[in-house]
């Protein structure tokens, strides 16, 4: 079992910056590949990014790439999502969640872990 909190939400302005962390416990972490993903009111939750156990690869949605950066401290069982220049269509729930072996990181069901939710709100 791995347990996630999500941390770092807030109400930001456009063309302002978030970083949001991910806490993990439970299972050695290096091991466990973590996406995030997003759910704004009236749609259905999507992939945002993902990186791999070891930190050695990424992955980008093409709605968010070029402004969000996603990195893991393995060290301290932390994932953080880097998010800049946000724009309203940003205003969501973001959730990260953990997969072991994980090989489609943008399809929800590799990652039986997931945290509550963080709320991000850009206001325009």
């Known amino acids: 079992q791995v347990q996630l909190v999500e941390s770092g939400g807030g109400l930001v302005q456009a063309g302002g910056s978030l970083t949001l962390s991910c806490a993990a416990s439970?299972?050695?972490?290096?091991?466990?590949?973590v996406g995030w993903f997003r759910q704004a009111p009236g749609k259905e939750r999507e992939f945002v990014t993902a990186i791999s156990g070891s930190g050695g690869s990424t992955y980008y949605a093409d709605s968010v790439k070029g402004r969000v950066t996603i990195s893991r401290d393995n060290a301290k069982n932390t994932v953080h999502l880097q998010m800049n220049n946000l724009k309203p269509e940003d205003t969501a729930v973001y959730y990260c969640?953990?997969?072991?072996?994980?090989?489609?990181?943008?399809?929800?069901?590799?990652?039986?872990?997931w945290g509550q939710g963080t709320q991000v709100t850009v206001s325009s």
């Open positions: 439970g299972r050695p972490f290096r091991f466990y590949n």
């Open positions: 969640a953990a997969g072991y072996a994980t090989t489609r990181y943008a399809v929800e069901n590799e990652y039986p872990y």
